[in-house]
C-alpha cells in the first residue's frame, strides 16, 4: 500500500537512528563521561555533550579530549567509550515520544518502515533489540554494510532496494545535513528533524529539506489525514 502525502507518493519510510527515531544521547554521554574520568579529565555536562551525538565517537572524543590526540591516544580512548557504551546500550535509550504511534500507523497501513544508520551493526542490532524494534523494521541498514556511509546515498539505496521501492516514494527522516544530503541524492523526499541532537549554530534552511518538523508527532499528523 502507499499513501499520498503533500502530493508525495510515500511507499515506504526510512528513518536515521540516533537523534532521529531513538533518543540516544543518555547512553553516549555517560559512555563519554566514564573515558574522560578514567583518563583524568573532568566530566562533561549532558546539554554539552548532547548536540554532538550524531557525530559518533570520534565527534564526541573531540569534544572531550581536543584534537591534539596522538593516532593510538585516539584509539585506546574510542576503544574504552565504545566498550562501555556496548555494555550499557540501552540503560537510558528509548524511542523518541511521539514516533510510537507513528510506527503503529505505518504498520497498520502496510506502509514498511526502516532504519539506516551511520552505526555499525554490531552496536545498532542490541540497542534495537533492546528496544523491541528489531523486528518491526522492515530493513536495517548500517554503516559497515556498505563502502560510503552517508552522505553518500549507498545505504538508503541499499534500503530502498532490500524494501523493493523506488527512491523517489519514499521518505527519509534524518537529523544532521548529512542525512537529508544523502537522501536528497538518492532521489528521496526528506524531512529534518529538528528536535535531534544539533547545535544551535545550525541554520536549517541550508539543508534543503523537503519539510522540517520540531516533534515526533508531527510526523504522525501529517500522515493521518491522507487515508
Known amino acids: 500500500m502507499s499513501i499520498a502525502m503533500h502530493d508525495w507518493q510515500v ?13 540516544t544521547a543518555p547512553d553516549l554521554a555517560a559512555a563519554l563521561n566514564v ?30 579530549f581536543g584534537s591534539a590526540l596522538s593516532s593510538d591516544q585516539h584509539e585506546k580512548i574510542k576503544a ?12 537510558e535509550s528509548t524511542l523518541f515520544d511521539g514516533f510510537e504511534d507513528s510506527l503503529l500507523f505505518l504498520e497498520k497501513h502496510q506502509i514498511p518502515w526502516g532504519i539506516v544508520t551511520n552505526k555499525p551493526a ?7 533489540e533492546k528496544l523491541a524494534l528489531i523486528n518491526r523494521a522492515s530493513c536495517i541498514v548500517c554503516a559497515d554494510q556498505v563502502n560510503h556511509p552517508k552522505p553518500h546515498p549507498e545505504s538508503i539505496l541499499l534500503a530502498c532496494k532490500q524494501l523493493d521501492v523506488l527512491p523517489m516514494n519514499a521518505l527519509y527522516l534524518g537529523d544532521a ?3 537529508i544530503r544523502a537522501g536528497r541524492l538518492a532521489g528521496l523526499k526528506t524531512i529534518a528533524c529538528t528536535f535531534g541532537y544539533i547545535p544551535d549554530s545550525i541554520d536549517f534552511n541550508d539543508w534543503q529539506a523537503d519539510r522540517y518538523i520540531d516533534k515526533p508527532a508531527d510526523l504522525l499528523t501529517s500522515l493521518q489525514p491522507l487515508l
Open 11 to 23: 511507499d515506504a519510510v526510512l528513518f536515521d537512528l540516533d537523534g532521529t527515531l531513538v533518543d
Open 35 to 64: 573515558a574522560l574520568v578514567q583518563n583524568n579529565q573532568p566530566a562533561l555536562p549532558y546539554e554539552t555533550i548532547r548536540p554532538i551525538v550524531s557525530n559518533g565517537a570520534n565527534g564526541l572524543i573531540e569534544l572531550g
Open 80 to 91: 574504552s567509550l565504545l566498550g562501555h557504551y556496548q555494555q550499557n546500550i540501552a540503560n
Open 122 to 128: 554490531y552496536l545498532t542490532l542490541p540497542l534495537l
Open 177 to 179: 545535513e548529512r542525512d
